[in-house]
């Protein structure tokens, strides 16, 4: 993974099978699946991996109880099948988790039993856990901080939970196991087509340097998620937009506000949708909203009546009930939608992922969520396959290993989510000094981001390759001074970058802060 050496191959003229634009949770599934078929694949990112969308999910693998209750039936059975090929595949990343429904009365207990029985049977072998009704008492056991008023009992089912921007980073260094090649900050311009009409060049920019490149390339992929109707618009100027987007937004609590391992799962809500309280890295994220927004951003910022609402309805129901100065971090994200024929609520739009081919052969994938990033990629590889009559090759995805899952640690060891890299983090020479007790960051994870993943600004290290931004947005305005000397050394950079690095990161994170 060595970028110097990656922009000296691309600039060389060679030509290559499979161009994936975007380095998000789809991006990131379809380069994988070119890349283990065989073809000779670049993916490019304008930003950073899973900068935007890809990093700010609810943390949840999940066949989706919502989806279910619209009748969205083919959906939840395609993301449970998903959902249990990652807990295999990306073992140091994914685990079990159990969630518990309260039920104020005794038709709602009943009533999400029986849904969620269902639930699992669509599961299959790749259930995670039986779902079971219990008692009041054992719900406030296992929910401690769960206001006891009106109380009648809980459901306990199980979902995944995993962790979006390292998986997003461990499918990266795969993908360069497998023989592929991916870049960050490497933004498409412009597209070229042959006297055919057919799509032959990309023009890109490295965002760093300035530097341009025109790559030669037989088929492209459009992944960009939200921003998939730019990479359309440069095919056709003409084209209608494809996507709707809509925004979630999460706050961070400390984990007094719900002790214990239990996630807990609010089925109804005032905006139509369910709300989680998860358990997360030693703090609890709750969320999410369901905004319709119709400006794109990769820094999306949390509105008020976001913030409120989750704060009114997490205090319905906690009985440490939250208020602003309780919340850690705070962050959006946009949801990028399939746009329907008719206008719908966001909410109601289906989150199956759509694949479009234009006159051109450009491939574009809209819609899905990171429980299917791996069914994306196999299905938008199949599609450019046909669009490119190539002859078809298997998936060698299904059962494929994600970089790091060779080894499971506990989560007492706070580089547990680094799995097999763990040992090699803790060896690096002088890293053991203390950034962050309180997020158990040391100075050796500022140097392997730089070394092995790809990390090229303080941002990129406190917000993907460890999550202290999304954890304790003020700790990790503490320690940027000190990751950007470490990166300075790393990197060879001078104190105006040091500077200019901390002044930038201190901008993003008061987005994540409520004032």
């Known amino acids: 993974m060595n970028r110097l050496e990656q922009l000296n191959a691309i600039g060389n003229g060679e030509e290559w099978d499979v161009l994936v634009i975007g380095g998000g949770a789809t991006g990131l599934g379809a380069a994988l699946e070119a890349t283990t078929r065989g073809y000779k694949t670049l993916l490019l990112e304008q930003a950073d991996f899973a900068k935007s969308t890809s990093s700010k999910a609810t943390k949840l693998l999940h066949g989706g109880v919502r989806y279910l209750a619209q009748g969205d039936v083919a959906l939840v059975r395609e993301a449970s099948i998903e ?77 995944g939970q995993f962790d979006d921007a390292r998986l997003a980073i461990n499918l990266v260094q795969t993908i360069y196991e497998q023989g592929g090649v991916a870049l960050n900050y490497m933004r498409v311009k412009g597209l070229e087509k042959n006297g055919h009409g057919e799509l032959s060049y990309v023009t890109v920019e490295d965002t760093e340097t300035g530097q341009p490149y025109r790559i030669k390339t037989k088929g492209i992929i459009n992944a960009t998620g939200v921003f998939v109707d730019d990479i ?112 719908e609520k966001t909410k109601e739009i289906s989150r199956n992922h759509k694949i479009m081919v234009s006159a051109s052969g450009l491939v574009t994938i809209l819609g899905g969520k990171w429980t299917t990033y791996r069914k994306m990629g196999e299905d938008v590889v199949d599609r450019l396959e046909k669009v490119k009559q190539w002859p078809h090759v298997a998936s060698a995805t299904r059962q494929l290993p994600i970089h790091g899952s060779a080894q499971k640690l506990g989560e007492e060891d706070p580089l547990y989510y680094y799995g097999a890299d763990a040992a090699a983090v803790k060896s690096v020479p002088g890293g053991e000094a203390v950034l962050s007790a309180g997020l158990g960051i040391i100075k050796a994870q500022v140097t392997w981001a730089v070394q092995k993943e790809m990390a090229h600004t303080v941002e990129d290290v406190l917000a993907r390759r460890t999550r202290a931004l999304f954890l304790d ?27 200019q690095q901390v002044r930038s990161f201190e901008a993003l994170a008061r987005t994540y802060q409520l004032q």
């Open 232 to 343: 359309l618009e440069m095919d056709d100027p003409g084209i209608k937009r494809k996507i709707v987007a809509s925004q979630g937004v999460h706050l961070v609590l400390d984990p007094e506000f719900l002790p214990g391992s239990n996630a807990l799962m609010i089925p109804k809500t005032s905006d139509g949708r369910v709300l989680f309280a998860v358990p997360w890295h030693n703090k609890v994220v709750v969320g999410t909203t369901d905004n319709p927004v119709n400006e794109i951003s990769l820094d999306p910022v949390a509105m008020e009546k976001e913030i409120n609402f989750i704060l009114q309805t997490a205090g319905q129901y906690l009985a440490k009930v939250p208020t602003r100065a309780d919340v850690r971090s705070v962050w959006a994200g946009l949801r990028p939608l399939a746009k329907p024929e008719k206008s």
């Open 473 to 499: 947005a003020e700790e990790a305005v503490r320690i940027a001074p000190q990751v950007a000397e470490i990166m300075a050394a790393e990197l060879g950079k001078n104190g105006t970058w040091k500077e």
């Open 83 to 159: 959902r249990g090929l990652l807990l295999k595949n990306a073992q140091h990343l994914a685990k079990n988790l159990s969630f518990i429904i309260p039920a104020y009365s005794w038709w709602e207990g009943i009533y999400y039993t029986i849904g969620l029985k269902l639930y699992d049977w669509m599961a299959g072998r790749l259930s995670l856990g039986r779902s079971v009704h219990i008692s009041r008492r054992e719900t406030l056991e296992r929910l401690p901080g769960l206001k006891p008023a009106h109380l009648s009992a809980g459901i306990l089912y199980h979902d």
